[in-house]
């Protein structure tokens, strides 16, 4: 019998809600890819980015599109051709990998001639919002040891110190999401540096960029919407130190690995990130933890509700996938 593709939307209840500085959400759509080959499942889970021109419907056909080419045996090889990185290809390309663990009895890490994936702490983060909130919301996760902070432009200061306050012993990393730029960058950094950020992601909006080129901030700046696959790495490195590397912008795990390779090749940092989803789009993620500086992988904590099976989480600690779930 052919391999057969379905695709299905889903929707997950954000507990409370997420704001960054692009607007604000109160439910996680993921779109998931089901291959199955003579009874055996594999699947994948993806979540479609408007920052990247995705939408829901517009990536749950471009998948449902290659129905025909898996049916005659698509491999992750040839869906890196047919498919550009995002969204569409992660969703595929993880339920190929899961496939082939499930056929061949074997973990993906080791198919993928990846280190056994361990526990490992993932950071925790905080919505955009006043300083107040913020600060209320810093004291409720202080015992967590990695908080990952929304930024929004102005009044960042005042955020950042607010957050420092509300937890004095975490580790503490910001996210402005393209939202500082020429005229609040040096306030913001000098804000970081005096409650101790260890690193800033995404200062500036991509496109506009090289000014980072110019900065010796004693903080590394990691790149986010700068970088999603290889192609112009060596670039990105005149301007950041590290990068955050997200399955749903390079396309799968296939090309994430190949990533953190270069990566690691430019002496470039990691970060190992997520969109928010669920469990399921955890798991592939968590292979690459092992080598990452931070992992950022709390989708399903900030969900009301996760999928069945889901990780386990032990605070703000993660244990590998199980079977059932992926990989």
Known sequence: MARTLSVSIERFPIAGSFRISRGSRTEAVVVVATI?????????????????????????????????????????????DVLPGGAARNALDCALWDLEAKQTD???????????????????????????????AAAKASARPLLKVKLGG?????????????APSSTLIVDANEAWDKDTIEENL??????????????????????LASIKSPIPICADESVHERHGLADVATRYQAINVKLDKTGGLTEAVAL???AKSLGLGLMIGCMVGTSLAMAPAMLLAAGADFVDLDGPLLLAKDREPGLKFEGSEITPAERELWG
Do not use: F, H
């Open 154 to 166: 102005v009044g960042d200061p005042e955020r950042i110190r607010a957050v420092r306050r509300g």
């Open 260 to 262: 953190v390779t270069e």
């Open 36 to 80: 199955e080959d003579n009874g055996i499942i594999g699947r994948g889970e993806c979540v479609p980015y408007p920052r990247y021109g995705e939408t829901v419907e517009g990536v749950a056909e471009l998948i449902q599109a290659q129905a025909a080419a898996i049916a005659g045996g698509l491999t992750r090889a040839q869906l890196q």
């Open 190 to 211: 000098a804000a970081c540096r005096e409650v101790g950020v260890a690193l800033i992601e995404q200062p500036l909006p991509a496109a506009n960029d090289s000014l």
């Open 106 to 136: 074997k973990p993906v890490w080791e198919l993928a001639g990846l280190p056994a994936p361990r526990p490992t702490i993932t950071a925790y983060t905080l919505s955009l919002g006043e300083p107040a909130e913020m600060e209320a």
